[in-house]
């Protein structure tokens, strides 16, 4: 969209079309697939389905990263399996995009699709506890502190991750490591059931018995294979109190206490798992002021056997260099599993990178050092997690989590809050993963995995030689690739697209969907490629329409740089045949210049807010053949202050 000022005659009707538009195109994003339909999923499920402007909605479709600003259609929010299956059948019917939510913590955000459907679990989180049996039953949407606080009630415990807040299925699906990982595995090898909806709409139970394939693929293979409505997992004794070891060293002393942990960890037993990070130090007693916010290395371990023998065991830990502060000794289990919950609040701004480290050698130590040196904001941590232990003896092809003899996980997190630092945040975590890369053992441990840039390059790497057999495990349960909103493994042998499928069969609406998603990511290229390459876009700023997808990605390049905050959120979509009719509100601000006949305008740095009428033509292909937009220029104009 670019601006001419002197073609004023292109104003005239503007206005008119829009409220003309606004007659035929039905309230709110419902008609994604005809008020009929949603109204009849609304009565069939006992949860809540919540659409765009309806109360609630904005809650809902937020999640734990403050990165993450996603708008779905419409939101089921599932009282039970029931629920979930009809969500499921609503969105395959109606060829919507879907994508699972459980605790709503995954960093990389696919808990929430733009312009799809959101199977939002967060309202089922029961914990059942069979002490006789040592099991839990667990629903799915249920976090870790809702499992902990259950099964301590008979001193029994599953390992779990690092946040009481994290949900069970996305620490569960991609592996799931914690303080008890080197004694009793990760979550994913103590799950021995699953309830999966699959994308047929069937309930399936996956154990030894039943489905053994998919219980193999539903550890470690993410959410590929279906909606994960309950597991049950192997609990062991734990509790009720662990010995824990804090000690916080200064940060110029990283490679002695480094090189003395891998030595200590050489010999260590099981029943103690060990971090180190380079953070920034507590602002508050115990810390002596003078290393208060300062850089540190902050050595944890957390010893999960006799209490009585903690504290020799974790000595060496405390005596590697002199400690400005110790913080170390027993303490409740459940606790410890929410030591780091309020470091880590909802709203923050997260981007976590990971990498296997073959060994601790002093290079890797010296490379750790110098990245943590260049931190970009104080909330970050660059974080060293051992590994061995019960992690290490199952073998690689036992689960989908394919990666066991590495010895260290390196997690790079990005923690930071104002929007303005996000470039500087996410390209450190970036540069700090490559760099690392040296001393790989290659993968990635995908909880930690950025946004997935990568693509197939990373999924293939992190199952290594089990991707083949999670390729055969998907086409047998979900060949049409239904659940692909996730790091995506496509069982077609196809390259993976997270988030859409490929190919010629896209429909309409996908068409649409994909835009508005592409815009809102400002890809340009992604934008063009869905025009035909003899598209005709018609806007009322140009005398004659823009021909071909160059013009098209030219014309939208030339629109965020007026408008780098540009974000446009669908309202209103009618559906018929290969038509679309569809409104959307667009917001920005305009700081870059705008072009026109006579040269290019200087910024007005304005807010601009108005709504755009679209209709447009698909062809076979599911490519944009011709499109019309229709906008008040007038106002436009007036709010930029140019008229």
Request: a negative charge.
């Amino acid at each position: 969209m670019g601006i001419h000022l002197h073609k004023e005659d292109t104003v005239t009707g503007s206005a008119q079309a829009i409220s003309e538009a606004q007659t035929v195109v039905t309230t709110d994003y419902a008609a994604v697939a005809g008020l009929a339909a949603v109204e009849q999923l609304r009565a069939s499920v006992r949860g809540s389905v919540l659409q765009p402007n309806q109360v609630g909605y904005e809650e809902a479709r937020r999640v734990w990263n403050g990165m993450i600003d996603r708008r779905p259609a419409l939101i089921v929010q599932c009282s039970g399996t029931a629920d979930v299956i009809a969500a499921v059948n609503f969105a395959r019917e109606q060829d919507l995009p879907v994508a699972v939510r459980g605790g709503g913590h995954n960093v990389s955000g696919n808990a929430v699709i733009d312009g799809g459907v959101v199977i939002d679990l967060s309202r089922m989180r029961s914990v059942r506890v069979d002490p006789e049996r040592r099991t839990a039953r667990v629903q799915g949407g249920a976090r870790l502190g809702d499992i902990d606080h259950e099964t301590q009630a008979f001193g029994l415990a599953t390992p779990l991750g690092l946040m009481s807040v994290t949900g069970v299925a996305g620490l569960t699906l991609h592996g799931g490591m914690g303080f008890l990982m080197r004694n009793y595995g990760l979550t994913a090898d103590n799950l021995v059931a699953a309830d999966v909806v699959t994308a047929d709409g069937r309930l399936l139970v996956a154990d030894a018995h039943h489905h053994p394939d998919l219980l193999w693929a539903l550890r470690g293979g993410g959410g590929n294979f279906g909606v994960v409505t309950s597991f049950e997992f192997r609990l062991h004794p734990v509790g009720p109190e662990v010995w824990m070891g804090i000690v916080m060293y200064p940060v110029e002393k990283a490679p002695e206490v480094l090189g003395s942990l891998r030595d200590f960890m050489a010999q260590a037993p099981d029943e103690l798992s060990v971090f180190a990070s380079f953070w920034s130090a507590p602002h508050e007693e115990p810390v002596p002021e003078e290393y208060r916010g300062a850089p540190a290395l902050i050595v944890g371990g957390c010893y999960c056997g006799p209490l009585e023998q903690g504290e020799r065991t974790i000595q060496p830990l405390r005596e590697a260099d002199t400690p400005f502060a110790d913080l170390s000794g027993p303490m409740p289990f459940l606790v410890a599993q929410q030591l780091f919950d309020p470091e880590y609040p909802e709203g923050r701004r997260y981007y976590w990178k990971s990498t296997y480290l073959r060994e601790l050698g002093d290079g890797a130590i010296t490379a750790l050092a110098e990245n943590a040196a260049r931190r970009p904001s104080p909330l970050t941590s660059l974080d060293l997690l051992a590994l061995g232990g019960a992690f290490g003896r199952v073998p690689s092809d036992a689960a989908a989590f394919a990666e066991r003899g590495a010895a260290y996980l390196v997690a790079i997190e990005s923690n930071w809050d104002d929007p303005a630092d996000d470039e500087a945040n996410i390209a450190w975590a970036r540069e700090t993963a490559r760099d690392l890369q040296r001393f790989s053992s290659g993968g990635t441990y995908l909880n930690f995995p950025g946004f997935g840039e990568e693509g197939e390059a990373l999924i293939r790497a992190s199952y290594g030689a089990n991707y083949e057999r999670l390729q055969a495990i998907k086409a047998k349960y979900d060949p049409e690739n239904f659940f692909r909103h996730n790091f995506n493994i496509r069982g077609d042998g196809g390259q993976a697209e997270p988030g859409d499928s490929p190919g010629p069969q896209r429909s309409p609406l996908a068409t649409q969907r994909q835009g508005l998603a592409a815009i809102n990511r400002h890809d340009a290229e992604s934008v063009a490629a869905l025009y035909a390459s003899d598209a005709l876009l018609y806007d009322p700023f140009y005398p004659q329409p823009l021909r071909g997808r160059g013009a098209v990605r030219e014309d939208f390049e030339t629109f965020v740089r007026a408008f780098p905050d540009l974000r446009l959120e669908a309202t209103d979509l009618l559906v018929s045949g290969d038509t679309l009719t569809y409104g959307t509100r667009f917001s920005g601000t305009n700081t870059g210049p705008l072009p026109s006949p006579d040269g290019e305008i200087p910024a007005t740095n304005r807010r601009v807010e108005m709504c755009i009428a679209v209709f447009a033509r698909v062809n076979g292909e599911g490519l944009v053949q011709e499109e019309r937009r229709h906008y008040d220029v007038a106002d436009f104009l007036r709010q930029l202050g140019l008229a």
